[in-house]
């Protein structure tokens, strides 16, 4: 376990998946404490893909490859490496293990840095390989709800920068199905239920918005989540869960038509042999 931390922010973050554990300020954890009870993870990294692959498999040069749900990097160690006091970086290189169901070299690593009240995440996919690597990378943190003990999950909302409506694409077993809802907001405001999710994920594409802050009016206490060029995003909580997840994503789940190709996947990307490619989202405390 690693701690990084400044004068008013401590976060931990696990070697297993760079997984954060925690995220504190002003005597307030913010991130979900895996109770096993609703979901045991706090912020998996989703990586090489992102939700289900349909039927489970996915083809690259007319070879099947079976990866699960969002892909391995959640369960692999990462080689830590605690740059200052208040920032480290977690990296993941290919393997025996992983070239057996994903034939791409890569080195792919997340940078974790705290400035002031903020928590910057950073991730940096380098293809080390000879031939285009095809991949998808998002996050999953899991934000604590109520913040403050005395309030109800209710009594919180989600504020959008841009949107006024939101465009939720309807899942079926995992996959992006045809259908889709319109969620209106009020005053670019998403009050927060427990019903919201009783049919999985809001999944959202090409969301106006790059600023989505959680709170109440009850409370000084929430948090401002930025996202930068993530065409994909997802709202979550397991069932009547104390939490909702904020999940900026390059990348989404298998269409129910998709044909399983890995290059005709939706939202992948494709990187050039050795090159990079960067994104980021934070976290700001208040």
Request: glycine share 4%.
């Given at each position: 376990?690693?701690?990084?931390?400044?004068?008013?922010?401590?976060?931990s973050?696990n070697?297993?998946?760079?997984?954060?554990?925690?995220?504190?300020?002003?005597?307030?954890?913010?991130?979900?404490?895996?109770?096993?009870?609703?979901w045991?993870?706090?912020?998996?990294?989703?990586f090489?893909?992102?939700?289900?692959?349909?039927?489970?498999?996915?083809i690259?040069?007319?070879?099947?490859?079976k990866?699960?749900?969002?892909?391995?990097?959640?369960?692999k160690?990462?080689?830590?490496?605690?740059?200052?006091?208040?920032?480290?970086?977690f990296?993941?290189k290919?393997d025996?293990?992983?070239?057996?169901?994903?034939p791409?070299?890569?080195?792919?690593r997340?940078?974790?840095?705290i400035?002031?009240?903020?928590?910057?995440?950073?991730?940096?996919?380098?293809?080390?390989?000879?031939?285009?690597?095809y991949?998808?990378?998002?996050?999953?943190?899991?934000?604590?709800?109520?913040?403050?003990?005395?309030?109800a999950?209710?009594?919180?909302?989600?504020?959008?920068?841009?949107?006024?409506?939101l465009?939720?694409?309807?899942?079926?077993d995992?996959?992006?199905?045809?259908?889709?809802e319109?969620?209106?907001?009020?005053?670019?405001?998403?009050?927060?239920?427990?019903?919201?999710?009783y049919?999985?994920?809001?999944?959202?594409?090409?969301?106006k918005?790059?600023?989505i802050?959680?709170?109440?009016?009850?409370?000084?206490?929430?948090?401002?989540?930025?996202?930068?060029?993530?065409p994909?995003?997802?709202?979550?909580?397991?069932?009547d869960a104390?939490?909702v997840?904020?999940?900026?994503?390059c990348?989404?789940?298998?269409?129910?038509?998709?044909?399983?190709?890995?290059?005709?996947?939706?939202?992948?990307?494709?990187?050039?042999?050795?090159?990079n490619?960067?994104?980021?989202?934070?976290?700001?405390?208040?």
């Amino acid at each position: 376990m690693f701690t990084i931390k400044n004068n008013k922010v401590a976060v931990s973050i696990n070697e297993k998946g760079a997984e954060l554990q925690s995220i504190q300020y002003n005597t307030i954890e913010y991130l979900w404490q895996a109770d096993p009870k609703f979901w045991a993870k706090h912020s998996p990294v989703l990586f090489p893909i992102i939700g289900e692959l349909k039927n489970g498999f996915y083809i690259f040069n007319n070879k099947e490859y079976k990866l699960p749900r969002h892909g391995f990097a959640r369960d692999k160690i990462f080689i830590a490496e605690q740059t200052t006091e208040s920032s480290a970086i977690f990296t993941l290189k290919s393997d025996a293990e992983t070239l057996a169901v994903y034939p791409f070299q890569f080195i792919f690593r997340i940078e974790y840095k705290i400035n002031e009240t903020e928590l910057a995440c950073i991730y940096h996919v380098q293809n080390t390989d000879d031939k285009t690597m095809y991949f998808s990378v998002g996050g999953h943190p899991a934000f604590n709800v109520p913040l403050n003990k005395n309030l109800a999950y209710e009594d919180y909302y989600l504020k959008f920068n841009e949107d006024d409506v939101l465009q939720k694409y309807l899942l079926k077993d995992g996959l992006i199905g045809d259908d889709t809802e319109n969620i209106q907001l009020k005053n670019k405001t998403l009050s927060l239920a427990p019903s919201l999710f009783y049919k999985d994920a809001i999944v959202l594409k090409h969301i106006k918005s790059n600023i989505i802050r959680l709170q109440t009016d009850k409370d000084k206490h929430g948090l401002q989540f930025r996202f930068e060029h993530f065409p994909y995003f997802g709202i979550w909580a397991a069932k009547d869960a104390p939490f909702v997840c904020l999940e900026p994503w390059c990348g989404i789940a298998d269409n129910i038509h998709h044909n399983n190709e890995l290059i005709n996947k939706e939202g992948i990307n494709a990187l050039n042999p050795h090159g990079n490619w960067k994104r980021s989202w934070s976290v700001s405390l208040f």
